[in-house]
């Protein structure tokens, strides 16, 4: 019913374009597409402050240790429930284990946190397509968040099952994974955080086998005017207070926030994917909730 009423309607839109300023400068040709006015090679964002890349890291890696223990919870507070909508809409539109099957797919679910893609691959997989073999490794920069994934993969089936694996890895570098060897690489709610984001979309085209697909589900957009002052008055009023009320911990939310405006926008990140060497089937993305997330493709060519 939530599905029907909150979701459907407003779901696979396309973008029509960037409307902020600040968006439009990544379309400035000179600059790198993650980079701002006002920064350099040295330099990159983090939220809306500009800080050394070289310390991004460290930053991102604070936000994501506090926020490790309430951070499933505060998710379902801070989208109404509705990342779930969209973390299931986007396992059963890549339809894990589907073909191949007597293999079954060899999955990297980057940035992977605390599981939850992870485990509805291994359900979907399982579940819809009979099929046992699919494996996934969660591979995430941060150790406490991979804690908490290994500790809520115990309250499914895969908590020792081989089919589950994790791994502490950087997104922009993952040397221990051969070239070739992927059928699927998602990345859900991560890559605004990466400080390199070409890096990492280069990084998926080289472990993915030809055919493989690039998937990734991120706050995007949204693309109507009247709809977009609500969603932001609630993602800057909201969030952040509820961040401080629950867990005590303002700033984390409010980087949160400032980093999804300061995401590129579909067509522009649908550029990068192609920059890299992906063929991005049909639009190349599809809008959910009107754009507040945004599912992007690219396939490598065989
Ligand atoms: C918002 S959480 C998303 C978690 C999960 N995918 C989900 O959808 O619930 C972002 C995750 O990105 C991870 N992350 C940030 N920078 C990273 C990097 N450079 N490489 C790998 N993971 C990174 C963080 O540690 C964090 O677990």
Redo the contacts with the bound molecule.
């Keep these: 019913m939530l599905r029907s009423l909150v979701w459907r309607p407003l779901a696979l839109r396309h973008c029509k374009g960037a409307t902020k300023t600040a968006q439009k400068a990544f379309t400035t040709s000179t600059l790198r597409p993650q980079q701002l006015p006002g920064e350099d090679e040295q330099t990159t964002h983090f939220g809306f402050s500009t800080v050394p890349a070289a310390q991004k890291?460290a930053k991102?890696?604070a936000v994501?240790s506090s926020v490790a223990s309430s951070?499933d919870t505060m998710?379902d507070l801070m989208s109404l429930g509705i990342?779930r909508l969209w973390?299931d809409y986007f396992v059963r539109s890549l339809n894990p284990g589907s073909r191949n099957s007597e293999k079954g797919w060899n999955i990297l679910?980057?940035?992977?946190?605390?599981g939850?893609?992870a485990f509805g691959m291994l359900d979907h997989a399982t579940n819809v397509n009979l099929d046992l073999k699919t494996k996934v490794t969660i591979?995430?920069?941060?150790p406490d968040?991979l804690a908490e994934g290994r500790r809520r993969a115990l309250e499914t089936p895969y908590g020792n099952s081989k089919r589950l694996s994790f791994m502490q890895?950087?997104?922009?570098s993952m040397p221990s994974i051969e070239s070739n060897s992927l059928d699927l690489y998602t990345?859900?709610?991560?890559i605004r955080?990466?400080?390199n984001k070409d890096a990492?979309i280069r990084e998926a085209f080289r472990v993915l086998k030809p055919g493989g697909v690039f998937a990734c589900?991120e706050f995007s957009h949204v693309d109507s005017a009247l709809f977009n002052a609500v969603y932001k008055r609630w993602s800057f009023g909201a969030i952040p207070l509820i961040g401080q009320l629950v867990t005590g911990d303002r700033d984390s939310y409010q980087y949160?926030v400032e980093s999804i405006e300061r995401f590129p926008t579909q067509e522009e990140f649908k550029a990068m994917i192609e920059d890299a060497g992906f063929v991005t089937p049909g639009a190349g993305y599809e809008n959910l909730t009107g754009g507040i997330a945004s599912i992007h493709r690219g396939i490598k060519p065989i």
């Design positions: 890291e991102v890696g994501f951070y998710n990342h973390k679910d980057v940035a992977g946190g605390t939850d893609i591979a995430d920069i941060n968040m890895a950087n997104a922009e990345v859900a709610f991560g955080n990466f400080t990492a589900l949160l």
